[in-house]
Structures are given as structure tokens and as C-alpha cells.
T-cell receptor
Framework: GEDVEQSLFLSVREGDSSVINCTYTDSSSTYLYWYKQEPGAGLQLLTYIFSNMDMKQDQRLTVLLNKKDKHLSLRIADTQTGDSAIYFCAEVDTGRRALTFGSGTRLQVQP | KAGVTQTPRYLIKTRGQQVTLSCSPISGHRSVSWYQQTPGQGLQFLFEYFSETQRNKGNFPGRFSGRQFSNSRSEMNVSTLELGDSALYLC?????????????FGNGTRLTVT
């Protein structure tokens, strides 16, 4: 079945770049997503990439997709304390019209 | 444009009771999906509705049900509540099919079963 894996924790200093990595299994997935969840809140759609793209840049966010290795990464430039949150990678399970999520990476930004 | 709205934000129920959660999608969005988030199982798909029809269901018991109205608003119901049903329930909407358009989530309803 589909499985999405992420590392559990990442700590960076304010102003540095953060890179959060994800591996997925469904090669037919049309979109791959990054969501952000702050304490007590729902999921905020950060960005997404279509499966026929290699890279997408959106202000401080850069998404890289390696389809051959089924590897997705999210780079946050100039990381701020407000970026501290849990980041979820998700792939589309095209058979079920549903998202399969990773377990989330907790990003801690130290001043 | 208003985002996905879920009500209520918090609920406390007793084992054996039933509960109904409500979701209003983004205006113009026709697909509504529900997810359960728990510390142990993470984010799991419950079901997806489009034009008042449930098209897909996740691996949850029949105590979990839902419906979608003609204005795309959706409700989910959990009957005979169990302690393990305590979770954050998230609703998401997408303009078209979730396979083809991004899902936008609400802030969720936090259900506590005692």
C-alpha cells in the first residue's frame, strides 16, 4: 500500500535554511503536498507540486521532486521562529481520491 | 474568500453517546473530505463526498458516517462513541476531484470522549 515517510524532528537556527525530506511510494500520484500545522490548528496548505515538475519555488519555499527516487523535499530559506511547526508531506492516493500523509516533521527554530 | 469552516471547535462527549460535526467548504468547492488525526495513528482518511454522494471511504467502522448537502456543506456522525474516538477531526474541500485539485483544510473539531 501507499506509505509516506518523513524524519520526525529538525532543529535549525533562525536565519538558516531548513530542508525537510520525504519519501513516497505511489508513482501514479498526481500531486504531492506540503502542509504546515501549528499547535491547536488545522492543516495549512503551504505548497504543492505536480508530478511532472522537478522544482517549484514560492517565495521562501522551494520544493524539489525526484520521481526516480520518489523523494520530495521542502526547503525554507531564512527560517524564522514563526516557521516552528509540524510539516506534513502528502501524496494523492488516486484510487481513493484521498491523501496519504507522512507522520510529520517537527521543525524547531532556535533564536 | 472564506476558508473551510468547521463547527464546533471543541466537543466533550461521554462513551456511548453520538456526535455530529459540521463542515462548510470554500465557496465553489464541490468535494468535501474528512480526516481523523490522532497521536498514535496520525492523519487517516475517513471519507470523501462529491455532489451529495460518498465516493470513497477509509478503513473505519460503520459507526462513522457522513453526508453532504446540496449546498456542498457536510456533516459527519459518530455513533456509540468509544474512548479511542478522541481525536482532531479535519474537514477539507477541493474545487474538483481530489485527484486533480488541492485540498484545503479547516481548523478541525477536537473531540474528547470521556
Amino acid at each position: 500500500g501507499e506509505d509516506v515517510e518523513q524524519s520526525l524532528f529538525l532543529s535549525v537556527r533562525e536565519g538558516d535554511s531548513s530542508v525537510i525530506n520525504c519519501t513516497y511510494t505511489d508513482s501514479s500520484s498526481t500531486y504531492l503536498y506540503w502542509y504546515k500545522q501549528e499547535p491547536g490548528a488545522g492543516l495549512q496548505l503551504l505548497t504543492y507540486i505536480f508530478s511532472n515538475m522537478d522544482m517549484k519555488q514560492d517565495q521562501r519555499l522551494t520544493v524539489l521532486l525526484n520521481k526516480k527516487d520518489k523523494h520530495l523535499s521542502l526547503r525554507i530559506a531564512d527560517t524564522q521562529t514563526g516557521d516552528s511547526a509540524i510539516y506534513f508531506c502528502a501524496e494523492v492516493d488516486t484510487g481513493r481520491r484521498a491523501l496519504t500523509f507522512g507522520s510529520g516533521t517537527r521543525l524547531q527554530v532556535q533564536p | 474568500k472564506a476558508g473551510v469552516t468547521q463547527t464546533p471547535r471543541y466537543l466533550i462527549k461521554t462513551r456511548g453517546q453520538q456526535v455530529t460535526l459540521s463542515c462548510s467548504p470554500i465557496s465553489g468547492h464541490r468535494s468535501v473530505s474528512w480526516y481523523q488525526q490522532t497521536p498514535g495513528q496520525g492523519l487517516q482518511f475517513l471519507f470523501e463526498y462529491f455532489s451529495e454522494t460518498q465516493r470513497n471511504k477509509g478503513n473505519f467502522p460503520g459507526r462513522f458516517s457522513g453526508r453532504q448537502f446540496s449546498n456542498s456543506r457536510s456533516e459527519m456522525n459518530v455513533s456509540t462513541l468509544e474512548l479511542g474516538d478522541s481525536a482532531l477531526y479535519l474537514c477539507a474541500s477541493s474545487q474538483l476531484d481530489p485527484d486533480d485539485s488541492p485540498l484545503h483544510f479547516g481548523n478541525g473539531t477536537r473531540l474528547t470522549v470521556t
